[in-house]
Structures are given as structure tokens and as C-alpha cells.
């Protein structure tokens, strides 16, 4: 089993940066796939970015450019940096991981998941 946290949402300006933090506890994902997904009110929850057990990162066309997703092994913790917020990316933030070792933007193919971290962008 493993437990993830999502920690570092909050308010923040239109073209401000946050760094959110998703610690996972119970073994190991190093050889696991992470992703960051988010859904806003009223919406799907849509992927946002992977990255693979092997660090090759995958990003929607949207974010590309502003945002960096990363990993930090030794402390069993993903990150997703932040940058040049928008105000229609307010959303709840989820991370995901896969044992399988490749990303999947499906949601069902995620096992675990974090309960969210809210990210508000205010103009």
C-alpha cells in the first residue's frame, strides 16, 4: 500500500508560481509512474502531467512551458512547479501514481491517489 499527501496549494495571484509537494509513505515509488491531475467545480478531473520511473515527463499541451514536474527518490516525494498561473487553472490538484512503471493520463489506471490540495488564481 502506499499513501500519498498533496501539500503546497493555496491563493495566488494570475501569473504568480506555486510548488506543490506530494509525499508518499508505505514503500517506495521509485520504480512507479506519478502524475498530477486537477479538476475544477463542475468538470472531469483531467490530467495535467506524468512522469515515468525512469524521469521522461510528459506535460498537456496547455502547460507545457510553465510547468515542471520532478521527482526526488531518495525522499519518496513528487513536485509540481508552478509557473505563470492562470486564473481558469483554479482547480482541487491530485497526485497519482502507478506501479507500473509508465505514465497513463486514464484516471482508472492511477491506484493511488491523494485526497487534493486547492489551488486558487485570482486575477
Known amino acids: 500500500q502506499v499513501q500519498l499527501v498533496e501539500s503546497g496549494g493555496g491563493l495566488v495571484q494570475a501569473g504568480g508560481s506555486l510548488r506543490l509537494t506530494c509525499a508518499s509513505s508505505?514503500?517506495?515509488?521509485?520504480?512507479?509512474?506519478v502524475a498530477w491531475f486537477r479538476q475544477a467545480p463542475g468538470k472531469d478531473r483531467e490530467f495535467v502531467s506524468g512522469?515515468?520511473?525512469?524521469?521522461?515527463?510528459y506535460y498537456v499541451d496547455s502547460v507545457k512551458g510553465r510547468f515542471t514536474i520532478s521527482r526526488d527518490n531518495a525522499k519518496n516525494t513528487v513536485y509540481l512547479q508552478m509557473n505563470s498561473l492562470k486564473v481558469e487553472e483554479t482547480a482541487v490538484y491530485y497526485c497519482?501514481?502507478?506501479?507500473?512503471?509508465?505514465?497513463?493520463?486514464?484516471?482508472?489506471?492511477?491506484?493511488?491517489w491523494g485526497q487534493g490540495t486547492q489551488v486558487t488564481v485570482a486575477s
Open positions: 508505505g514503500r517506495t515509488i521509485s520504480g512507479d509512474a
Open positions: 512522469l515515468d520511473w525512469n524521469s521522461r515527463t
Open positions: 497519482a501514481s502507478r506501479e507500473r512503471g509508465y505514465y497513463s493520463r486514464d484516471p482508472k489506471k492511477n491506484e493511488s
